[in-house]
């Protein structure tokens, strides 16, 4: 976060508390009227200027009023009918002549009944001067704003109808070729200009398989045309390039209004600056929050929360965060019961008081361990450890059962499985992969029960080489086997950020570009694989020589790392090496990062960026001071994840109750309570044995073996493959499902497995019905295996009734125990 | 699909399975509640999307069947090539088919047979992708980049009767017939099991061996009472979605029409001998019995045709003569019932096989030159289209791809192959992006 943000965020923090503290905000009188920019200085005929007129108030809130303000311009004293040099409609100030003048904005506020002013002035000069036109910056972003350069359209590979152009305009000197040079020059008629292909086409004249993409007359059209009259020039080498662009505003609460304005800047490589709001893209990250119309105007729609809008101009993105509180007005006492116990915390209330939602209740404590023994260890608590817990007294007992649990043998079993399917960690249906497979699984499991610092993990995995044997990481290059695998995976699992984009074209949503890409690849470039100690498996090895050339380019890459330092290739050395100091650098954006939030998901079910490992400018995380702080701590903690896991764990919000209140139920992404989630396939399946008391049996598997200890996706499981285990096919977290679907529901309900547990002779609902226990204690202990609780009282009443009227006894606790694993609250994580 | 339905982000994978489960959409095997399913009907009717009401049957021929023994027969051609199988008159005039296939040669006057479609993959699990999906794949080892017409068209169109799923593989799903990013909830239903063994049950769907029916009635009276988790504590809807699948469950276990659907001890065993006792050809039964009923697509995986040694061994004792009475019975089934017209067949596998006859007599991978086999749902009956050089090598005249069968398809369906859904990097991919509708066969 650049320090620009952190004051504006500062002052959004400082506003909304002295809110929430205000006796009634409707008594804010509007203090003054600001417009940005403060002046107008435009040079050309095309060039447009977008005003943002903000309407400040006495309780610091702003609110965009460039739609509702009233403008006038100023006519120019001597000339008679002359235009005034400048007209403006909703805000956008539009050259008519050159000369200087001023624009005259007063806003009045329809409820306080007060008025504000402001005045700009604006200078046209150059109004008719026919300027030469320049392809890449006057063309191509039209072309792109119609999307004709759309992966829908002649964008994609291929292009449409033999017409091809670069997805997003990422390659202008291959457009230009192909708008006036391929197909003999079709697409452009310079002797008519009205008659080129490129205007009658985009205008929907000549029948157009996109339809009319341009109107006739309008500016774009006019350009296009002026451009076609021009000779269409490409444009001199020194015209100046466009470098940067920035969105304004970058953040903003809506408070008493729907709408907001904004204003896009482009920065040129010769330091000038021009406004491109109407050239530039929009696209809403959350269209059930916000929409947003061509022109950057953005609406809320009738939902509370937060929302990006993403603008794209010539592959340059910017974005801008956008919030639509829940209330204003929530007394501190919202807040009173939730007690701050980390950094967490804080930074969680802070969020919540921003968007005006208030947490719910803490969890129980039966939710308690049940929640943690599941997220941390995949493993239901047994109805002995439930008890004991229940009754423990010590007030700092959750603490104690979250290092107890991160100590557990299960733990890194479990943690085994998460990382190995993102590792890929696949036998495939190859017996001769078994053995490194296996190997892999056992050096991924010794990993976590000894708590490897995690960036000594990834340099492990990362700079693997030589046998199986020697070294069982070396396995991970059997499926991430060529260069796109390595560039795709390695930034995915470790930097959370998917590059694939980038292997062809400019990343279309970061500031990603092909040379980005292929640096990575160069990390990879001196690897090499042999035939290893068996015939069946391979062996890593380094050259001592090897480059990798960008493939549009040509160009030989040095080794770097997303926005990292170049490194010079030296003979002899692995560049890989270098991939894994430059991830662990404690000043590395990415990859602790990337980490942090994986676990945090994990843990609280959304992520702080969602899509763990889609972190992107134009995918922000939801608590960027949370993400920051929980990198910042990992680092600080030499990459300790059973450090960061007890952070997380013990903070209250990670101990709230799945619960909503009137205050929170609308949140999706802050985490004002706990957000259930279906069990993973393992975890339910070890879950299934334990509360019917039988025992699932894996092929090649010694009888006992607990799903969660499998070590690769070959094992056969009907129940593991319906319930959305990992194929391992890529490093996406995303491969394993949560999703419920109705094979699910019918395997769970009516299949001959799950009835043979439930009816099993040695099982659980067997053995109740024998035992002399009284039915309290039957059905109590029911409760204990399955939802980690006792029944509450009317539970209790109900099904000891019932058992008490059955005349089989067995029949009964069987219905039961089948309506146990078929029911919601055992299913679902809550 | 949709991507952009719910807030959080876009265009991510992990948001990709509870969005999908959220837009229910054409759910492959059941799911909606009845308003649901009335919505969409009237979200349909109002875009006038797929209206045409057919289903589809696939009989995939996994590993490549040999079109030079089969369909494109070449006498004249080298003793090295042409084979030991005799050609034998049809009922077109002047077309012959392999002496194996004696039924089918009594009718290909009621189907399209396109001997000239070529494509330039020869890789078993790349070409599968292909021909299963319409695109090549872009990673080695390809598993559904993109979802198969099966799934696209279960998504389009749901199940043909309410009830029933919209998609189901026979016995198995092969490689790349499943969604990709449309989401699970559009992966074929398997009915796994061999339909031609005495004991074939659809898994799971039968009560399982010590439950009556009262018994899980009485079960689910149970749930009701005490299965008491509030549906809102979680906003994402996968807690009252799991309560709809598990009431679509209890329905599908229940119900006498699903259970009869399924059920293909039900047809006659003149029926079923004519079909052939084989997994392939009560599998093709079982098919037949489902699109009857109301499924949508159904997928026949025939595997088997990889006849790298003894081909015609292989061929002559098993493949043809299974092939033969499956294939021939089913278009004559479907023909007699007023099915055919409503009900489109494709027949094909990932590439034909090298018409050189290699050192084990048998022949391998060969795509440049294969036949699809295409009947129903509007397809011409009798025609013959394309024709291969004198070693079935490569075509002569009209080469035809796999996307223009594919497309050919989507057309008779009604569907807009031009129609894009965002896959996991946010990037609209068409249903289909290339290929065009066969005209002399429809």
Known sequence: MNDRIKVILSLLFAVVAGTAAAASPALASLTKLTVEPAQVALVNADQLVQLLVTAQYSDGTQRDVTRTAAYTVTAPKSTGKAPAPASITTGRVVPQADGTTSVQITFKDLVSKQSAAATVPVQVTGFTVERRLNYANDILPILTKASCNSGGCHGKQGGQNGFALSLLGFDPDFDYNALTREGHGRRITLTAPDQSLLLTKAAGV???????????????????RRWIVQGTPKGRTNDPVVQAIEVIPRERILIGTKEQQVRVVARYSDGSTADVTRAAEYKSQQPDILIVEHDGLIRTLDRTGEGAVMVRYMGLVDVTRITVPYSRNLPESAYANFKPKTYVDELVMTKWRKLGIAPSELCTDAEFIRRASLDAIGTLPTAEEVRTFLADKAPDKRDRLVTALLDRKEYADYWAGIWGDVLRNKRRNGEEHKRGTFAFAAWIQDSMAQNKPYDQFVREILTAQGNVSDNPTVVWYREVRNTVHQVNDTAQLFLGTRVSCANCHNHPYEKMTQDDYWGMAAFFSRLGVKQGEVSSENAIFVRKDGETRQPRTGKTMKPKGLGGPAYDQVRGEDPRAKLADWMAEPTNPYFSRALVNRIWAHYLGVGLVEGVDDMRLTNPPSNPALLDALAKDFVAHKFDLKQLMRTIMTSQVYGLSATPNSDNHTDKQNYARYFPRRLPAQALLDAVDTVTGSTEKYAGFPLGTRAIELPDEFVPSYFLDVFGRSKRETACECERSYAPNLAQSLHLMNSPEIQSKISDAKGNAAKLAESKRPNAEIMAELYLRAFSRPPSEDELAESVKRLAATTDRRAFLEDFTWMLVNSKEFVFNH | ????????????????????????????????????????????????????????ILLWQGGGPSHIDMWDMKPSAPAEFRGSFNPIKTVIPGYYVCEHMPRIAQMVDKISIVRSVTHPDSGHESASHTLLTGYKPTNDIPSNEVPSYGSIVSYEMGPRVEGFPAYACVPRAPKSTAAAYLGVAYNPFETQGDPSSTDFQVRNLKLPNGLTLARLEQRRDLMKTFDTLRRDVDASGLISGMDAFSQKAFELATSPKVQAAFDISRESSSVRDRYGRNTMGQSALLARRLVEAGVRFVTVDTGGWDTHTNNFENLKRKKLPHFDACFASLIEDLDQRGMLEKTLVLVWGEFGRTPR?????????????????????????????????????????????????????????????????????DRPVAILNNGVPIPEII
Not at chain 2, 23 to 46: R, S
Not at chain 2, 409 to 422: A, E, T, V
Request: aromatic share 6%; hydrophobic share 35%; net charge neutral.
């Open chain 1, 206 to 224: 000549f029948p157009h398989g996109g339809g009319a993409k341009l109107d006739l007359g309008s500016d774009s059209y006019q350009l296009l």
């Open chain 2, 1 to 56: 699909m949709t991507i952009d339905v719910t807030s959080g982000t876009y265009g991510t994978c992990d948001g990709r399975s509870r969005r999908s489960f959220l837009k229910l959409g054409a759910l492959a095997f059941g799911g909606l509640t009845l308003a649901q399913q009335l919505q969409i009907e009237a979200q349909a009717a109002a875009s006038g999307k797929a209206t045409k009401d057919l289903s589809v």
């Open chain 2, 357 to 425: 006859i290699n050192k084990d007599a048998g022949r391998d991978h060969w795509s440049t030159a294969m036949t699809a086999v295409m009947a129903g749902g509007g397809i011409k009956r009798g025609v013959v289209l394309g024709e291969t050089d004198a070693r079935a090598e490569f075509p002569k005249e009209r080469p035809v791809s796999p996307q223009d069968i594919l497309s050919t398809m989507y057309g008779q369906l009604g569907l807009d192959q031009d129609k894009s859904y965002k896959n996991e990097a």
